[in-house]
């Protein structure tokens, strides 16, 4: 193994694994106030396309139906949605936000707009696309190693195979 690689991995497990509990904190700390990220994507769906079914919901987040009725339950307790009989069909349920949803939802905005403007008095935006569209291959890149590890024993290597196999590619 070249000395570039192995620095490569040797980065990976010390950068990569700190910046990605780095964001694992950041997130449900500053910007989604103690929900979690599936009822943040909910409260954002609603908030972009308005009322919608629980069954509209769950193709637009590609989650199971269960879990998207789970997390709908919590934040109507929370208050931030509604349900309320579609308007033409009495049979279908609408799910909509409530005013304090709709009030995280533009606090959200605010806090995303807020540290993105910090973020870009230390980064380009150049940069900042870079670092989106690296990032975006190494979620898909994760994606593949999940699928590939299932029911493997040795994590670490399959890691250093997929990892090699993606930097020959690039």
């Given at each position: ?20 509990q ?8 500053r910007?989604?106030?103690?929900l979690s ?12 396309e308005?009322?919608l079914q629980?069954?509209?919901l ?10 998207v ?11 931030l949605?509604?349900?309320a ?7 279908k349920v ?6 304090n949803g ?14 993105v ?11 900042l696309?870079?670092?989106f569209?690296v990032?975006?291959?190494i ?5 593949r ?5 299932s ?8 890691l250093?195979?997929?990892?090699l ?6």
């Amino acid at each position: 193994m070249t000395d570039n690689i192995q620095n490569v991995i040797e980065r990976f497990q010390d950068d990569l694994i700190y910046l990605s509990q780095s964001f694992r904190e950041f997130i449900p700390g500053r910007i989604t106030k103690g929900l979690s990220l599936e009822q943040h994507k909910i409260i954002k769906i609603l908030a972009e396309e308005g009322p919608l079914q629980n069954s509209e919901l769950t193709q637009l987040l590609k989650i199971d139906k269960g879990v998207v009725s789970e997390k709908v339950k919590r934040l109507e307790q929370l208050g931030l949605v509604q349900k309320a009989n579609h308007k033409t069909d009495k049979r279908k349920v609408q799910i909509s936000l409530t005013e304090n949803g709709t009030a995280i939802f533009n606090k959200f905005n605010e806090d995303i707009q807020g540290f993105v403007g910090e973020v870009l008095k230390i980064v380009e935006v150049d940069e900042l696309e870079k670092f989106f569209s690296v990032l975006l291959r190494i979620v898909h890149l994760n994606n593949r190693y999940d699928r590939k590890s299932s029911g493997k024993g040795n994590e670490i290597e399959l890691l250093k195979e997929v990892t090699l196999n993606e930097m020959k590619r690039s």
